[in-house]
């Protein structure tokens, strides 16, 4: 017997400031919670455009979905029993409202950005106020750093969001969930978001060489 199924991304809750960019372009990973189990219990994670329409799919139980292009989407996934009489059918370009005979989580918007600096070190705009801490949080709401001063050096690829708190009392730390910071401590609560991709080479290509010139 199915009971419910419920989509949870990146243990997201909602909240007031929002978290910007999540994800690159390029398969993305999904959490399912609280799905029903069994061996006929099948479950799957769908991206569905601003129209409602489906334009990607995870494999049968698996919340990893492939190739996803820059865009807005709203995730929510679906679950059923493979015993049912009727069964649901998934397709790429079908409207969400359209797939029947399952069980529908709430929707969670997904925010995938492409990429915008390449290199290690972004520089974020200067806040007006008595003493602003400038936070940088990765695409799951998770603070990398939290400082003073408006560069933010040693990025590795990924995602990144970028706060600004006027409150100097603020408990942002390293490593706390963004979420956890009261919305009266923000001077920006909509953050600027920043893609790093650094250039990468293949180990073969980037082996030190010695060229000589032949006698």
Known sequence: MLLISVLLLLSL???SQTLGCNFKPGAIQLNLSGQSKGTTIVSYVVLVDASNIV??????????????????????????DTRQENLPKIEIGKNLTEIDHCLKSTTVDLSICDCNTTTNSITVPSSV????????????????QVQNSTTFSGLNNGVY??????NSNSNAIVGAKIMTVPSTDFCRIVPL????CLAECAPVICVPMVIAKIR
């Open 13 to 15: 809750n909602v909240f």
């Open 55 to 80: 334009r990607y799919k995870s494999l049968e139980n698996s919340g990893v979905i492939e190739s996803v292009n820059a865009g807005s989407y709203k995730a929510v996934a679906l679950t059923w």
């Open 129 to 144: 106020g008595q003493s602003p801490q400038y936070i940088l949080t990765d695409g799951k709401g998770i603070i990398q």
């Open 161 to 166: 969001n970028h706060y600004v708190l006027c």
């Open 193 to 196: 978001s920043y893609v790093v």
